[in-house]
């Protein structure tokens, strides 16, 4: 079993790897079952207050952190209908707001959180693999202004710039947006 000092070390080495790979390969997090059963958000926690140790490591790795599911693969319901991942989630962002800024927009990550984070007014199943969900605009308008505010506690921490934020704002609107949540 590793220590906090070697798993530390670890991380911080995949993390000076992975910013040397460029800004197009994301890095998964692994988000294992005992975890959240456990609901233990510490691992989790301390990778991603590792990105934050400086503006270079907060650049780089800008729309670029992703979630693998471990222990999850003879699951048979959505990942944002299970509900210690919900809590899990919402445990996690209590403590690290940061997700507009991190969370890579080519997968269902942010899609997730969303359904994670605020409570659906309607679900609605429509066939086996579709379901609908139906948000209050208050809520939508909630969950946006909160975590939109963290890139602004970002931005004030270290340092980067309205327009840095303001771009990345805007991707994550046309992220929401192509995934047909009207923001």
């Known amino acids: 079993m590793l220590t906090d000092e070697k798993w530390r070390a670890a991380v911080q080495h995949h993390i000076n790897a992975a910013k040397n790979l460029g800004e197009d390969i ?7 079952r005992e975890h ?11 990778f991603l207050n590792m990105l ?4 270079e490591t907060v650049r780089a790795f800008r729309g670029r952190i992703g979630f693998n599911l471990e222990g999850f693969e ?3 319901r959505e990942p944002e209908d299970i509900p210690e991942l919900r809590n899990y989630l919402r445990a996690v962002s209590a403590k690290f707001p940061y997700w507009f800024w991190f969370m890579e927009t080519r997968s269902l990550y942010l899609k ?6 605020c409570d659906a007014e309607l679900r609605t199943d429509i066939g086996s693999e579709h379901v609908l969900r139906k948000y209050s605009r208050d809520d939508l308008a909630k969950f946006m202004t909160k975590y939109g505010r963290a890139l602004n506690d970002l931005k004030e921490r270290v340092g980067l710039s309205d327009t840095e934020v303001e771009a990345r704002i805007e991707q994550i609107k046309k992220y929401y947006k192509k995934q047909g949540l009207y923001l």
């Open 112 to 117: 997730l959180l969303l359904y994670s984070l």
């Open 52 to 55: 934050l140790v400086d503006a």
């Open 26 to 32: 994301p890095m998964l997090s692994p988000l294992r």
């Open 36 to 46: 959240i059963k456990a609901l233990d958000t510490k691992p989790l926690i301390d």
């Open 74 to 76: 003879n699951e048979k």
